[in-house]
C-alpha cells in the first residue's frame, strides 16, 4: 500500500539546516546504528541526551523528530537503495522486518537523506509503503474483518506513519473539566480539541512539569486506551444496573503502571475497590504513586504471574467473584507504531505466537474469577486480528457456552487520530 512520503519541502535535511544540526543528526544516527536490534527508540534518546549535555532544547526537538521521520520510512529508504544497487526486489528475506534494520544500519545518515531526495521526486504511488510489505496479511485480514473499503484500508496504513497525538484524561474527582482546561491553558498547554473529559493538546512544555498535573488533575492517556476504560464501564453498568457502583469489584490483572486501573478508580468516584495486579513489583510501586497524587483510595496492588488462578480476597469470594475483570493483556504493539514507530522492525514472528498462547491462558485463567453475571473485557494494543478478535471467537468455543459476547470494538477507525486498540466485554452467564 502507497503512503505519503514527505515532499522535497520536508523531506530529512533541508538547507536551512544549520550545519552544527546536520553533525548532530549523523551522530545520533551513527550510535543508534550500533544496536544490532532497535532498541526503545525513545527511551534511548533521552538516555542519550542526558550522557550528551552539548545538545540543547531546540536541538533535541530537532533530532528527536528527523530519527522518527526516518524511522518511519525506513522500509521505503532502505529498499529504494536496494533497487539502485540492482539487487532482487522480491526476495523474501529483505522483507523481513529485522533485515530492513540490518540494511538501515550500513547506512549513513548522509546516504539517507539523499534517497529521501530521490525519492521526493517518485510519484506519491511509487515512494513507499505505510505498513511494511510483511505486514500486508495482517492488513488484509483486518481491512476484512472491520469490513473497511480499499479507500479505508489506505487511509488507515498511511495514518501509521504519522506522528501520534497527545491526549489527556482530566481527573474529575476533585475539580470539574472546565477548571483544569483553564488551568493547563494558563500553563501553556495549548487544547486542540475536547470531548468532556479527554483532551488532546500540545504544549511546549512537559506537562510532567505542570502544577496541574502535580496536582493529580490529570494523566497522559491515549484515546484509544480512554475508550477501553469507558467500554469496560458502559458494560459493567449495564450489567449491574441495580447495584450501587460502591459495591462493584473490579479486578485489572494486568495493571502494569495503572492506567485503566486509575480511570476506572476515577469513574467509580473513588468508591468501590479495585485490584490491580501484575508481574512486576516495579510498576505497581508506580501505580501506589501515581494514585496517591491522584487522590484515588479505592485501589489495592498484588503481584500475579498469572501461571495459576488467583486467590480471590473474601470480600470477593464471598460473591462468586469480581464485577469486572479486565485483561489488557501482552501484545504485539502494532496499535503503537504511530508513537513507536520502530517497533515493527523489532517484530518476531515467533514473538507473536508467543502471545497468542499467553493472551489465551490468560483469558481462561481469569475468567474463573468472574461472578456470575459479571463482565470481562479483553483488551489489547493491537490491530492483529488474530490478537483480537479471532482470541474471542477461540475463547468462546472454549467456555462452551458460559460467557457471551456484549460487544467488540476496534478503537481507532481509519481515518482516527490516536493508537490504535481493541477491546472486547463478555458476559458471564447465570
Not at 492506567?259 to 501506589?288: C, F, H, M, V, W
Not at 496517591?292 to 488462578?309: C, H, S, Y
Request: a neutral charge; one cysteine or more.
Amino acid at each position: 500500500m502507497a503512503s505519503a512520503l514527505p515532499h522535497r519541502n520536508s523531506s530529512f535535511e533541508t538547507p536551512s539546516l544549520p550545519l552544527q544540526s546536520r553533525h548532530s543528526l549523523g551522530e545520533v544516527w551513527g550510535g543508534l546504528c550500533e544496536f544490532e536490534e532497535l532498541p526503545p527508540v525513545d527511551k534511548w534518546l533521552q538516555s542519550y541526551f542526558r550522557r550528551n549535555r552539548k545538545f540543547g532544547k531546540r536541538d533535541r526537538t530537532l533530532v528527536r523528530n528527523q530519527i522518527f521521520l526516518a524511522l518511519r520510512h525506513l522500509e521505503a529508504l532502505t529498499h529504494h537503495s536496494l533497487e539502485m544497487e540492482n539487487l532482487n526486489r522480491e526476495e523474501e528475506p529483505a522483507w523481513i522486518p529485522q533485515t530492513i534494520w540490518e540494511r538501515a544500519r550500513t547506512l549513513s545518515w548522509a546516504e539517507l537523506c539523499a534517497t529521501s531526495n530521490s525519492l521526493a521526486e517518485l510519484p506519491l504511488h511509487q515512494q513507499g509503503r505505510s505498513v511494511p510489505r510483511f505486514f500486508d496479511d495482517h492488513l488484509l485480514l483486518r481491512q476484512q474483518r472491520s469490513e473497511w473499503s480499499r479507500q479505508e484500508a489506505l487511509a488507515f496504513a498511511r495514518s501509521q506513519n504519522k506522528p501520534a497525538p497527545l491526549w489527556i484524561r482530566l481527573n474529575t474527582v476533585h475539580l470539574g473539566a472546565k477548571e483544569t482546561a483553564a488551568q493547563l491553558q494558563e500553563s501553556g498547554v495549548n487544547i486542540l480539541e475536547q470531548l468532556d473529559d479527554r483532551l488532546r493538546v500540545q504544549a511546549n512544555t512537559s506537562l510532567y512539569h505542570t502544577p496541574s498535573f502535580a496536582a493529580g488533575a490529570f494523566e497522559i492517556q491515549d484515546w484509544s486506551s480512554q475508550e477501553i476504560g469507558a467500554h469496560c464501564w458502559s458494560s459493567l453498568t449495564h450489567s449491574r444496573e441495580n447495584c450501587p457502583h460502591s459495591s462493584f469489584k473490579v479486578w485489572d490483572c494486568c495493571a502494569g503502571a495503572g492506567g485503566k486501573t486509575l480511570q476506572l478508580a476515577t469513574l467509580l468516584r473513588n468508591k468501590g475497590a479495585i485490584y490491580s495486579t501484575d508481574i512486576r513489583q516495579r510498576p505497581l510501586q508506580e501505580l501506589k504513586k501515581r494514585a496517591k497524587r491522584d487522590g484515588l483510595t479505592n485501589i489495592r496492588t498484588m503481584v500475579w504471574d498469572a501461571t495459576e488462578k488467583l486467590s480471590l480476597p473474601r470480600s470477593v469470594a464471598c460473591r462468586g467473584g469480581y464485577d469486572l475483570v479486565l485483561i489488557d493483556a501482552p501484545c504485539s504493539s502494532s496499535g503503537t507504531w504511530r508513537r513507536n514507530p520502530e517497533a515493527r522492525y523489532r517484530f518476531k514472528s515467533q514473538t507473536l505466537s508467543d502471545f497468542k498462547s499467553l493472551q489465551a491462558n490468560l483469558l481462561r485463567t481469569a475468567s474463573a474469577a468472574v461472578a456470575p453475571g459479571g463482565v470481562l473485557t479483553y483488551s489489547t494494543c493491537s490491530w492483529f486480528v488474530e490478537e483480537n478478535e479471532q482470541q474471542i471467537d477461540d475463547f468462546l468455543n472454549w467456555a462452551n457456552g458460559e460467557y457471551s459476547l456484549i460487544s467488540q470494538n476496534l478503537h481507532q477507525e481509519p481515518n482516527g487520530n490516536s493508537d490504535t486498540m481493541f477491546s472486547a466485554c463478555l458476559r458471564k452467564n447465570t
